[in-house]
Structure formats: C-alpha cells, structure tokens
C-alpha cells in the first residue's frame, strides 16, 4: 500500500467532515431570523425592552451574537478545541458532557452486537458454504429472505411480547435505576448484560444472518479461484485449503461489512434503544430534537459524522493491506 493512497484517503476524509460541519452549523438557521426567539419565546407580563434585554444575554451565553460567519468562525475553533457549544437544557450543560453520559451504554449495545454477529456469522457462512446445498444452506437461504424482509424493530416487538411479557425471560423494558445505579461492581454489570439482552437480540438476529449470507458467498467465490484449486492439487487438506487459502482471500467483504457495522456503532440503534428505552444516543438525540435543542443535534450528528467517516478511512486502508491491487486514481 502506498504513501500516497493513504495520504489521499485521509485528506479525502478530512475534506468530507469539513462539509458535514459545515451542513450542521448552517441548515438548522435556515429560515430562522433569530434563534434565540425560538429559544425564549416573549411572555405575557414582560416589557419589550426586558425581552430584548434578555435574547441579548441569551445570544452571548450561546455564542448567538454576531453575524452568522462570524459564528462559524468560532464555532470552528471551539470545535477543533474538542468544545461543541452549550446545550439548550436547564442548567446549560456543555454538549460534550451529555454526549459522554450517553455514549457508553449505546456502545454496549452496539459493540456487542457488532462483536457477535461477526462471530457467528464467519462461523454460520463457512458451514453453509462447505456444506452447500445442504439443509444448513438451504435454512440460511430461508433465514436471509426472511430477515430482509421483517426490519429489526418487528423482531423487536416479537422479543418483547415472547421473552418480555409472555416467558419473562428478559425484562421487557430498561431498569430505569440501571445508569444511575452503575458503579463498575460484578452485581451492576450482571445488570446491565440482563437488561441489554433482548435489544442486543433484536438487533444481532438479522445480523448474523446478513453477515453469515456474505462469508458463505464470499467463501464459494474464492474456493472457485486458481489458488485454491492449486493447492488441492499439492495435497493441502480440504480443511487446510479452506483456513489457510480461502478465508483469507475471502476477508474483503467481510471487511466491508465490519467497517459498515463500525460506522452505524452510535447513530444505528435509534428506533431499538426507544422501544426498550435503553438511555443511549437515540435517545438524547430524540430528546434533543423534541426541544429544538440545536447544539446537542449538532453535536451528535457530528459525532455519528465522524464515527462512519472514521469507519469507512479504516476499512480503505484494511482493503489495501489486503489486496495490494486496491488503489485510488492510479493507473495499472
């Protein structure tokens, strides 16, 4: 791999989050002529004169004073200061602050589903694709269709209903005392693996079949190459062949698939985190979109920005660590 496909690749990276700040700051004061009236709105008893008394401060506390680039300048640089502005909610906590009392219990969501489907699903697509044709194939065939066809939050609602309610397995919604409640101990953490089951099951179930679905094809794909049939032919075992030659040729779109599980780690499980009201980030960001409170969608929307473009830098890099044939703009 190349200096100069790195090179390129990061300063493509960079260029992308430039614009997705930039989008951020700009189209939520789109038809918007102040957004501090938005923010406080007049009320009854107050004087005209203590109102704009008022917006101005708040226009200051929020750095809503001045003219519109000017605002972009130094929401620039509090942003490359690691400072994403002063959340609308009572008290003014900083954004950053919410954000990180939040991330942490949608990555135990994400991370662990992440972790499992991929386990499972290298595991499932190898059997079925040494075993193609068979029952095993043909059920995950099956399962594929299915699970392409129910979205994630319908399996949600039957988890619910069956483990939740019906067998009471698994609670059915999260311990409202479960994130205050945490202190690291082995009681708190049993806790939370108790709670996070079903939606780590709503969200794995269609996982492992998609994945598994991807390393089956990807494995009968490269058995069908040169290299595989060559090293039949100097008495490498099926078993060899298949571990040491074709899962390895086969990494790329299962690479590609990681890196898109890694890309969706915070912004992906919204609609599972409110059906178990599990407090992660879908949840503040629904929050924060409920309330108009702008800085906290902005800076959550940057953050999931940064997450997938992250994702995506580091699986251009793995794809030229695999295949040294992977290049950007350079002739062959």
């Known amino acids: 791999m190349s200096k100069i496909y790195v090179i390129k690749r990061i300063l493509y990276t960079v260029l992308v989050f430039f614009i997705v700040v930039t989008l951020c700051f700009f189209i939520p004061r789109m038809g918007v002529d102040d957004p501090c009236a ?13 109102y704009e008394t008022i917006k101005e401060l708040t ?35 900083k954004v950053m602050d919410l954000i990180a009392d939040r991330l942490p219990w949608t990555l135990v969501l994400s991370v662990s ?53 019906q ?32 939606p780590v099951l709503s969200t794995m179930l269609g996982g492992i079949i998609s994945n598994a679905q991807s390393v089956r094809n990807s494995v009968i794909s490269a058995a069908r190459e040169n290299f595989a049939v060559t090293a039949k032919a100097k008495g490498i075992t099926n078993r060899g062949v298949l571990y040491k030659h074709v899962l390895r040729n086969a990494l790329l779109p299962i690479v590609t698939g990681l ?28 929050e924060a979109n409920n309330t108009n409170d702008y800085p906290l969608m902005m800076g959550i929307m940057i953050l999931i920005s940064a997450f997938a473009l992250a994702a995506n830098l580091i699986t251009d890099l793995c794809y030229g660590l695999l295949d040294p044939r992977v290049t950007l703009g350079e002739k062959v």
């Open 38 to 50: 938005r923010y406080y709105p007049a009320q009854g008893n107050m004087s005209d004169e203590s």
């Open 59 to 93: 226009r200051q506390q929020y750095g809503l004073d001045g003219s519109t680039w000017s605002q972009y300048t130094r929401y620039i640089n509090n942003l490359i200061h690691g400072d994403l502005g002063t959340s609308y909610r009572a008290g003014s906590p």
């Open 113 to 165: 589903s992440m972790v499992l489907c991929f386990f499972f699903g290298v595991i499932i697509g190898t059997h079925c694709a040494v075993k193609r044709g068979g029952w095993q194939d043909r059920a995950l065939m099956n399962a594929s269709t299915i699970t392409t066809a129910v979205p994630s939050f319908f399996i949600a609602l039957l988890l619910t209903f069956f483990l939740g309610f």
């Open 167 to 198: 067998w009471e397995i698994f609670p059915a919604y999260t311990d409202q005392n479960l994130v205050s409640s945490f202190d690291w101990s082995l009681e708190s953490m049993g806790a939370v693996a108790y709670n996070a089951a079903l």
């Open 259 to 286: 890196g898109m599980s890694l890309s969706g780690l915070i912004g992906g499980s919204v609609v599972i985190e409110q059906i178990f009201n599990w407090h992660g980030m879908g949840t503040l960001y629904l």
